[in-house]
Each structure stands twice: as structure tokens, then as C-alpha cells.
């Protein structure tokens, strides 16, 4: 063990360990944004089911291990050469082996992405546990826009999890924020945007914030603190703006049609990681 740490030390050996890990790890997300929503939607159906008295329908086993990956267009199940992150999708050219559908270029740009990722945090935190902790918020950022941006959703089963983890990063040594911070920016993360979205309510009678991108932000709080938070909320208002005049000139976002703000807030929490000083312009 000691010897592969002292391998690992090599900046060229970390960072290519860093980019298979992100690839590897980009995979495994694919499936969380593909089957995620599913499983939630089930699990309302059968709550809503038994509130009203009846038994959830019987189904197969479905989760983020069974069934086997396959084509969602003709159901084979896919062999591991068709699962090798990015390579598989170039050598197939982008279509099924079986039937030639299209697979869609959103599986391997959400591995290339975390394998960015992965090698920029392997890059600034160096060789250790503060690397891996932030390869986790970006991973966990990334799997959240990808949800938001397919669903609307922004899963408690991802915000949860990641905002305690960011609290509890701080009572190690390899926490980078202190526990005040980390606690004051959960509550200020969910509060801002709490009163964002209760303004905007009561000044046009519709809502024009989830609950989930109020714990998201209360989640990335307790990851960077409250200093980061004023650059991240004006950093990611600034992107949905623009986006949304973007996709409203190009004709794919109709009038009154909500625009998603996870990713936003996902995008400008993952630039506050890596360049925390711009974020806290204000200070």
C-alpha cells in the first residue's frame, strides 16, 4: 500500500488515475440519471396507492443494479464491450449493435465531464482524502444537473446525502472550510433562495423556486461556506438568464414555460470549488 501511494505521488500517475476513476465514475452516473427518476416515480405511485387504500402493483425487481444495462429501444442487454466509457460509444458510432438506434451523445459527454472534473480536483487538492471529497460534490453536482435538466427534480435522496457530507467534512482534517462556515451557509444556501421564491410568489401568485434548488444550495453551503454564496447565486442567476433569452430567440422555451435552475446553480457551485477568491468578488 505504501508503495502504490508513493506511485500515486507522481503527478502524471494521480492525474491519469484521477481521469480512469472519472470515467469509470461517469458511467456509474449515466445510470443514476437514467434510473433515478424512474425509481422515484414508482415509489410515489405505490405511497399514493396505499394512501388510497389499495396494494402497489406487482413489478420486476428495478434499482440501480437490476435489471442489467441494456438498449432502452430493443431491450438486449449490453455485453461489457458495449459499456467501456467513451470508447465503446466511438467504436459502436453512436448506435446500438443490435438494432441501430442512436445513442444519445449525453453518455459519453457526462463521462468525459467527470473525468474533467475528476483531474481538476486531483489537480488542486493534490494526492488525498480532500481530492476524493471533492471528486464526490462534483460527481454529485453533475448527476443533479443531469436530473434537473431531463425531469424538473432535484432528488432528496442526492441533496440530503451531500449536504450532510459536506458537514461532516468539516470535523476532519481534510475539510477545507471550518464547521461555522459550513453550518452558516447550509442555512444562508436555504434560506436565500427560500425568500427568492416566496418574493416572487407573492408578487405574481406562481412559483418561481422548488424546494430543491433551495436544498441544493443549502447542500453547496455547507461545501463552501457562506463567503462563496453571493457570487454563486449572482454567478448562476446570470447563466439562467442568459439561457433562458437564448432558448426563448431560438424558439425551444415557450412563454411561461420554467426553465430548470439546477444546473445553474450546479455549474456555478462547481467553478466556486476551483476559484473560490472570484466567487468572493464582493468581499
Keep these: 500500500m505504501e508503495s502504490y501511494l508513493a506511485i500515486l505521488q ?6 491519469c488515475t484521477a481521469a480512469v476513476l472519472g470515467l469509470l465514475t461517469g458511467s456509474f452516473l449515466n445510470v443514476v440519471v437514467a434510473r433515478l427518476p424512474v425509481m422515484m416515480e414508482r415509489e410515489w405511485h405505490d405511497d399514493c396507492t396505499i394512501l388510497q387504500g ?45 438494432c441501430q438506434a442512436a445513442i444519445a451523445w449525453r453518455y459519453p459527454a457526462l463521462e468525459l465531464a467527470t473525468a474533467g472534473l475528476f483531474v481538476a480536483c486531483a489537480s488542486t487538492f493534490g494526492v488525498g482524502v480532500a481530492a476524493i471529497a471533492a471528486m464526490g460534490y462534483s460527481a454529485a453536482l453533475l448527476t443533479l444537473a443531469a436530473i434537473d435538466l431531463d425531469t424538473m427534480l ?8 451531500l449536504l450532510w457530507a459536506g458537514l461532516v467534512l468539516t470535523l476532519t482534517p481534510w475539510g477545507w472550510i471550518s464547521v461555522t462556515d459550513a453550518v452558516a451557509g447550509a442555512a444562508a444556501g436555504y434560506a436565500a433562495l427560500w425568500v427568492v421564491g416566496t418574493a416572487f410568489r407573492l408578487a405574481t401568485g406562481k412559483e418561481g423556486m422548488g424546494q430543491g434548488d433551495m436544498k441544493l444550495l443549502a447542500a453547496m453551503g455547507a461545501w463552501l461556506g457562506w463567503q462563496n454564496l453571493p457570487g454563486v447565486v449572482l454567478a448562476a442567476s446570470l447563466v439562467g438568464v442568459a439561457g433562458g433569452l437564448g432558448m426563448r430567440l431560438a424558439g425551444r422555451l415557450a412563454k411561461d414555460e420554467p ?25
Design 259 to 283: 426553465l430548470p435552475f439546477g444546473p445553474c446553480l450546479a455549474g456555478a457551485g462547481l467553478a466556486a470549488l476551483f476559484w473560490s477568491d472570484m466567487m468572493q468578488w464582493w468581499r
Design 54 to 98: 389499495g396494494d402497489p402493483p406487482e413489478r420486476a425487481t428495478f434499482n440501480l443494479a437490476v435489471p442489467r444495462s441494456h438498449c432502452p429501444h430493443c431491450g438486449e442487454v449490453l455485453q461489457a464491450r458495449d459499456l467501456v466509457p467513451v470508447l465503446s460509444w466511438l467504436w459502436l458510432r453512436a448506435r446500438c449493435r443490435h
Design 10 to 15: 507522481i503527478p502524471a500517475v494521480w492525474l
Design 154 to 161: 432535484l432528488p432528496d435522496s442526492l441533496t440530503q446525502p
